[in-house]
């Protein structure tokens, strides 16, 4: 698999690196990644340049992950990118909210690098 | 709030005795997971709350409550480091940062953990408080239930605080 670009959302400094650890713990091969603290900020990102990935969270203040998906639509730069959601949420209807809005999948905390790595290998795999 | 939520949010769950124990599992399972640590019920708690760090979570819809977790600044550099597998924090920051994941993660998990609860209430972002010397008055006919977990040798808290 190729080096790739990851865009994380997440209004948590702390949860930003814990993801970023997971993915380099779980084999993937990361050449940069761009933060982001809410979709107004991700979004903002995105204009700046595309990414291969974006891991988002949901519960953010400003905008929210759901919000942010929306956002996407019609966002040159994001176009085919494949989203992830990170979630604490129980919630089935927040997370069907954010498949039909175009999330490719969903993390729910608290996770392992194997998780992440169930996630997101698949999604990149099909990208080569 | 979805339609379905705000439709059900009239109607209040009321807690029953599983409760404290999911929330004990519900950390156990935060910290095993995210912390790398075991979590044990204190077996000789303290008699009041004491821990310079709390992180606080709000629930609405079916349940109104205030999830709380509080434990001593020196836990939570630890909870910290080890949550982002280094051996120093360089900023106080990161710390309370880390407490208000934990925190949103503790409540998340445990409001999975109900059925009726897991699509029946949204959580809030977390807010962090420092400082000992406080109280938290329950507001009228609301109920307290309150877990001590032991880590590292320290006490520490989860509480629900809810509305009646």
């Not at chain 1, 650890?21 to 990102?45: H, M, T, Y």
């Not at chain 1, 400003?62 to 990170?86: H, Y």
């Not at chain 1, 949420?89 to 175009?102: I, K, M, Q």
């Not at chain 2, 079916?62 to 120093?88: D, H, N, P």
Request: aromatic share 4%.
């Amino acid at each position: 698999m190729r080096a790739i670009k990851v865009l994380i959302v997440d209004d948590s400094a702390v949860m930003r690196k814990i993801v970023e650890r997971c993915l380099r713990q779980a084999g993937i091969d990361v050449k940069e990644v761009v933060e982001a603290s809410n979709g107004i900020e991700g979004l903002a990102a995105l204009k700046a340049g595309p990414v291969d990935l974006i891991l988002s969270d949901i519960n953010m203040p400003a905008m929210d992950g759901l919000e942010f998906l929306a956002g996407l639509r019609g966002l040159e730069n994001a176009t085919g990118t494949p989203v992830i959601m990170i979630t604490t949420e129980g919630s089935e209807s927040r997370v069907v909210e954010a498949l039909t809005a175009g999330a490719r999948g969903y993390i729910r905390k608290p996770f392992t690098p194997d998780q992440v790595k169930q996630r997101v290998t698949p999604l990149l795999e099909a990208m080569r | 709030m979805n339609p379905a939520l705000s439709e059900r949010s009239s109607a209040r769950v009321r807690p029953d005795a599983s409760w404290t124990t999911m929330m004990h599992m519900a950390a156990r399972e935060v910290f095993q997971l995210m912390v790398n640590s075991d979590v044990q019920v204190c077996a000789n708690p303290p008699e009041r709350q004491a821990g310079k760090v709390s992180a606080m979570v709000g629930m609405a819809g079916l349940l109104c409550a205030i999830f709380r977790f509080r434990c001593a600044e020196e836990s939570a550099i630890s909870i910290a480091k080890k949550m982002l597998g280094v051996q120093k924090i360089d900023n106080p920051s990161e710390a309370f940062d880390a407490m208000g994941e934990v925190c949103n993660m503790l409540a998340g998990n445990f409001k999975a953990k109900i059925s009726v609860l897991a699509d029946g209430c949204l959580l809030s972002v977390p807010t962090v408080v420092t400082g000992e010397d406080y109280d938290i008055r329950s507001l009228p006919s609301g109920e307290h239930l309150e877990v001590c977990l032991e880590y590292e040798g320290k006490p520490m808290w989860v509480t629900l605080e809810i509305s009646g």
